[in-house]
């Protein structure tokens, strides 16, 4: 077990492109990572590489985030090598269309299962840690501006999202004072060109700012989250004002 006194994460969904960005700067803001991975070893192992340049300690294990006992058994793992969980971030998540009249119950189940049933059972025990520290900790979940929008092929997806908005606002005001819990919308990052929904220039034209996300908009908002100490239950849009159309 490690007794360095460094903070530590936990983290799902890092070792995804834009999660893999995450999670090298939370490390370069001094926490040890400990991140999960389920369908690439290949792709988790050179994240964890990356990692390791910054934060030598930092480990991965596989889980699956649909099976309730895969993420118990990650937290076990964890707990067993690290005394303190400072930081939780919560984003893996499942993405494809599924037009309305087709939706299947795998399609449903997968997107669902992915993105809010995992989200609550990796929050549920990151608090049951947290709520046993005398320090303040924190919970970022990943959601998506289509919980406030109408995307007509996205409907599980979407329901997806709202609901882990809402699952910010009840942990947050469960955990107070003691664990701070808040979101991240994002709107369209350009991490993901072959998954747009939309052609560019008319997403483009949709934007205020007009520009597509850079996963650097995201680390400053999660930063900013970690240096601030009188924020909890709040969904950070960042979207360059695409929810103002």
Not at 23 to 49: C, D, H, M, P, R
Not at 129 to 150: N, P
Request: charged residues 20%; aromatic residues 8%.
């Amino acid at each position: 077990m490690s007794h360095s006194g460094k903070k530590v994460c936990f983290m799902t969904g890092a070792s995804g492109l834009l999660g893999g960005e995450i999670a090298l700067s939370v490390a370069g803001q001094g926490y040890t990572i400990f991140f999960t991975w389920n369908s690439s070893e290949e792709k988790a192992a050179q994240t964890l590489e990356k990692i390791r340049w910054i934060s030598p300690e930092s480990q991965m294990i596989r889980c699956d985030v649909t099976k309730p006992a895969d993420i118990s058994n990650a937290f076990a793992a964890f707990r067993e090598q690290f005394e303190r969980l400072d930081l939780l971030i919560a984003s893996a998540s499942n993405f494809f269309s599924t037009p309305l009249p087709d939706v299947t119950e795998q399609e449903w189940d997968s997107l669902i299962d992915t993105n809010l049933k995992g989200t609550f059972f990796t929050m549920q025990e990151a608090v049951r840690i947290m709520q046993q520290q005398s320090f303040v900790s924190r919970i970022i979940s990943m959601t998506d501006i289509s919980a406030d929008l109408v995307w007509r092929n996205f409907a599980p997806y979407t329901v997806s999202k709202a609901g882990i908005q809402h699952l910010t606002r009840v942990f947050a005001k469960t955990c107070a004072p003691h664990i701070l819990v808040n979101s991240i919308a994002p709107g369209t990052i350009t991490i993901h060109p072959d998954k747009e929904i939309e052609p560019l220039e008319e997403m483009i034209n949709k934007i205020p700012l007009k520009r597509l996300g850079d996963p650097l908009d995201i680390i400053r908002t999660i930063i900013f989250l970690l240096e601030s100490d009188y924020i909890t239950g709040q969904v950070i849009t960042v979207d360059g004002g695409r929810l103002l159309q």
